[in-house]
């Protein structure tokens, strides 16, 4: 809980400092033409930066995740409780909370062609039921910085340089495993449990380097703006603990309407798929971590360790807000709820999800926008 309350405090006052201080004056908008109006920012490659400036963005996540989900079928907890047989368990989780504080930056080198990167640390909190002959009810935890993203988007289509409403460009990069994978039980009420793995939902990472390569399509009209992104993540090796994670594609959908010169509204359709993972880590397939007797040929403790109860298909509905503070700085706000989840389970589905941004553009000397220099000559004058 301290950890919580520091992570949130460090937050809000990095907002504060994004605030008040802006590296140069530029001419403005809610956000710039150039990058084709706004986008919502809880979507991969928004908030593209103007040509020759910098834009950074922190942002804080909480998600609820209950109860547990077959399919499309959700699942008593207190009906998987027993002895270990594969169909019931010692233990199994009843829900999770999951806090997340993400910061991203990112640069604009050409008209078309931007960098970006950015990172997060998770707190995790599992509420688990233990059969009472082997231990009393507990949550399990994990905390630790997540794994890096750096990726640059490329526009290769556009109607328009300084003011398209129509415009195409490619996300390409690699995950950088900087979270953990080898995090270990250290409250576990079960004996002989603590010291041990926790499951692939409680680690922080993916243990390995993840291609990933996306599309994105922006469309604009006064005052709307609309558009999609499609995501792929691939994991095609395995990492030190000798497995890997699911194949994982994200897709969105969004239209975003100005109802105020500093307010933007926005809706969205989510969607994201992901594979079982291949195999267990060595801990759990070789040293009989998560199985009951200590033995690899033990049954799972928790329908957790079993890696194919991961992945499977959802759908979201996102309802947001962003909200223009003083000018380069803008505030977001975004609600999820699911509206469709398929689950390869047992496995917690979500419940909602809130996540509120804070986005600040910086521009340099070399940025059109810069008060001070000559209009860009494609204004015409």
Known sequence: ????????IA?????????????????????????G?????NLMGGGIPETHEYRFKISQMFMEMRPLRDGTTDID?????????????????????????????????TDDFAVMAMTNYQEN????????????????RSTGMGDTTVLG?????????LVPTKQMSVL????????????????????????????????LGSGTIDPIIGLTYQGSRDPWWWGFNTQLEAHVYNNNQGYHRGQEFRYDFYAMRQVHDKVVLHTQLNGWYEGRFNREPYKQRVLGQGHAGG??????????????NYGGHKMAISVGAQFQPIPLHILELTATVPIHQDLNGPQLRDDWMLRLSYYVEVPTKKSRRYKGFSAPKELGF
């Open 125 to 140: 909190n599992m509420q688990m039921k233990v059969r009472a002959a082997n231990g009393n009810d507990f949550t399990m």
């Open 172 to 203: 390409f990069g690699l995950s950088i495993p900087t979270g953990a994978i080898d995090k270990k039980f250290t409250n576990n009420t079960v004996a002989g449990q603590n010291g041990t793995i926790l499951p692939f939902k409680m680690q």
């Open 77 to 109: 907890t207190p009906s998987l409780i027993g002895v270990p047989n594969g169909s019931v368990f010692l233990a199994a989780p009843e829900s999770m909370q999951m806090y997340m504080t993400m910061i991203g930056g990112a640069y604009s080198f």
């Open 1 to 8: 809980m301290f950890k919580k309350k520091t992570g949130i």
């Open 37 to 41: 109006g706004n986008m919502p920012l």
């Open 153 to 161: 988007k490329y526009r290769f289509y556009k109607d328009d340089n």
């Open 295 to 308: 033995t690899p040929s033990g049954a799972f403790g928790t329908p957790l360790f079993d890696p194919h």
């Open 11 to 35: 937050l809000f006052s990095s907002l504060m400092v994004m605030l008040w201080v802006t590296a140069a004056q530029a001419y403005v908008g809610l956000c710039c033409a150039h990058c």
